[in-house]
């Protein structure tokens, strides 16, 4: 099999002010704050390296009103919009009970979705807006309203599909059919905002509540919805709620392409979680099926535990009945907060979750992870692999896992512990990251990076997808109060190294259609650098000592100067040839690598 090596392209921008990312843990670049607190940071990928940053700010005491606003950061970490933000929203929201989601388009704009209650009707509606990396919107700018009625909407999430249409997916509570309370309703968009169905698909049925969906684009414009549907019991004192989960297909036009909706766990009135805590993840397949993890207490033991489902692209189960357990049913551990990613070529799916186990008559606390086969065998043994062995005095939570382009797997979590300040005894936490191979071994000497050292106690960390030699993650923190909650938002970046702070870009090339390696000898980065005039594509191969194709893509550069990050952690000790075909003219760079 070929080693895939990963090769991203940055375009040179002229921005003012110097680099902003630091590797110092204790410090991080600060990205906003106010005299009013910042909160629920998102992250996303933008266009030529640049990550969007969006947040949350309240401005009052009821909880009621919030500005919502978007930056733009470069690869070196400097806001490309300059200390003013750009205010997205003003309007009264029930934003602290709702999420909202950020996301980027094919077009590299930032599409957001959340909700607000403005004209008055008490009523909560979704709205989308788009804006462009220049800052400006590329929709109206009051946003497009996705729902309309009157029902309460709250929590939307957003995917975009391969042909580049968007949909957003929310939940809605029916007040005028209370037969039919809670449901799940679906738009979609085109690039451009406009709708592409006559109204929102309405996905609830009589008597039951259908609700927190995840949209999975499949084909070229198809997408899976899996989502939970709740029961209360009645049984005992006071309601349980009963969880299950289903699935369905639809076709562009926002038709069920399955014949009914597929079980993926409907483990009868055994499968108690409160709808609160059950959390799922999912993973597209090589073939446009879909791979589920959750947690449930199907037993009644108070102890959770991880499983796992894949559902192909017809429609069919394939694994046993209500998921195989990522570790054997133990009643006393409690796995919960499943993150999964599956790799193709590998044919594996990866988990890592939080683990508790009994310790005498108290809880250690540790990180654990398991293999699977696409056929749902478990490869790191019956009890997985140990990432954070179990202490008393800690507790962890995994944020975000990610495969990265090499194929192995980077995960970030904090790892929260007991602060003395003053008189008081406080919680606080700090942010580490670690990279593991196949195997479940670590990559990087120590184990783990810190990547937030401070005192604070750091709210909804959130990790970029991998972009220009780096990721990004972000937090809000109350960094200078820790008696006050929530606080400023924070950035750091990583590279696959797992090295933090500001990374070094060579000299651009000289003439057009000269090429470089720079440095060369490299380590485990290097740059390709170049100049292009405004013609077609420019395709990259990459060959090893004994003239074996490791690598074949291509890539769009501007007119100019264009750096392209050769990425080489995963290769070994050598030389190696990097063949450029651009302007008509192929021209081959040999590139020592030392590991």
Not at 270 to 299: C, H, L, Q
Not at 490 to 519: D, F, R, W
């Amino acid at each position: 099999m070929k080693k895939h090596l990963f090769i991203s392209l940055f375009l040179i921008i002229s921005f003012t002010g110097s680099a902003q990312w630091t590797n110092d843990p204790s410090v991080n670049t600060w990205v906003a704050g106010s005299d009013h607190f910042r909160t629920y940071p998102q992250i996303s990928a933008g266009p030529s390296g640049s990550f969007y940053v969006s947040n949350w700010e309240s401005v009052s005491d009821t909880n009621v009103y919030y500005n919502f606003w978007l930056q733009l950061l470069d690869g070196e970490g400097n806001r490309v919009w300059g200390d003013d933000w750009i205010r997205i929203s003003d309007n009264p929201s029930r934003s602290w009970i709702s999420g909202y989601d950020l996301t980027t388009d094919s077009a590299g704009n930032a599409i957001i979705a959340f909700e607000d209650m403005r004209g008055g009707t008490g009523f909560s509606h979704v709205f989308l807006y788009a804006y462009n990396a220049s800052g400006n919107p590329v929709w109206d700018s009051g946003g497009i309203q996705a729902d309309t009625g009157s029902f309460m909407s709250y929590s939307p999430t957003l995917a975009v599909t391969a042909k580049g249409n968007i949909l957003v997916a929310w939940n809605a509570i029916y007040n005028e059919n209370p037969s039919q309370e809670w449901g799940i309703r679906i738009m979609k968009y085109s690039p451009a905002g406009q709708p592409l169905w006559p109204g929102a698909l309405a996905w609830n049925e009589p008597d039951t509540t259908n609700m927190f969906a995840t949209i999975i684009p499949v084909a070229e414009d198809d997408f899976i919805l899996v989502w939970q549907r709740k029961f209360e019991s009645g049984v005992g004192i006071g309601y349980e709620w009963f969880t299950y989960l289903y699935a369905q297909r639809f076709d562009s036009a926002g038709h069920p392409v399955w014949p009914q909706i597929v079980p993926v766990c409907d483990h009868g009135d055994s499968a108690y979680v409160m709808p609160e805590f059950m959390i799922i993840s999912t993973a597209k397949d090589e073939n446009d099926g879909v791979y589920v993890s959750w947690f449930d207490d199907r037993y009644k033991t108070m102890y959770c535990n991880i499983y796992a489902q894949h559902v192909d692209i017809n429609g069919n189960v394939g694994w046993i009945k209500n998921g195989v357990p990522v570790s054997p049913e133990n009643w006393g551990y409690d796995r919960v907060e499943p993150h999964m990613v599956f790799d193709p070529p590998g044919q594996s799916l990866y988990l890592l979750w939080e683990e508790y186990r009994p310790q005498g008559i108290y809880l250690s606390f540790g990180l654990c992870g398991q293999k699977m086969s696409a056929a749902g065998e478990l490869k790191w043994g019956d009890l997985g692999k140990i990432f954070e062995d179990f202490e008393m005095d800690s507790i962890f939570y995994i944020n975000d896992l990610r495969l990265t382009p090499y194929h192995d797997l980077l995960f970030q979590y904090e790892q929260e512990y007991d602060s003395i300040v003053g008189p008081d005894t406080l919680r606080f936490d700090q942010l580490f990251i670690s990279r593991v191979d196949t195997s479940g071994a670590f990559l990087w000497t120590p184990g783990r990076t810190l990547m937030a050292a401070t005192n604070g106690t750091k709210f909804y960390p959130e990790l970029s997808a991998y972009s220009n030699g780096i990721y990004v993650t972000t937090w809000a923190e109350n960094r200078d109060s820790p008696f006050y909650p929530y606080g400023d938002i924070y950035a750091q970046n990583i590279g696959l190294n797992g090295k933090l702070g500001p990374m070094s870009i060579p000299s651009q090339a000289g003439k057009e259609g000269s090429v470089m390696i720079s440095p060369n000898p490299s380590g485990s980065s290097a740059w390709l650098v170049f100049k292009n005039k405004p013609s077609g594509t420019v395709r990259i191969r990459i060959f090893n000592s004994i003239g074996q194709e490791i690598y074949s893509g291509t890539e769009s550069p501007v007119q100019g100067s264009n750096l392209v990050r050769l990425d080489a952690s995963g290769m070994k000790t050598g030389f190696y040839y990097v063949e450029v075909s651009l302007e008509g003219r192929v021209e081959t760079v040999k590139w020592v690598v030392v590991i």
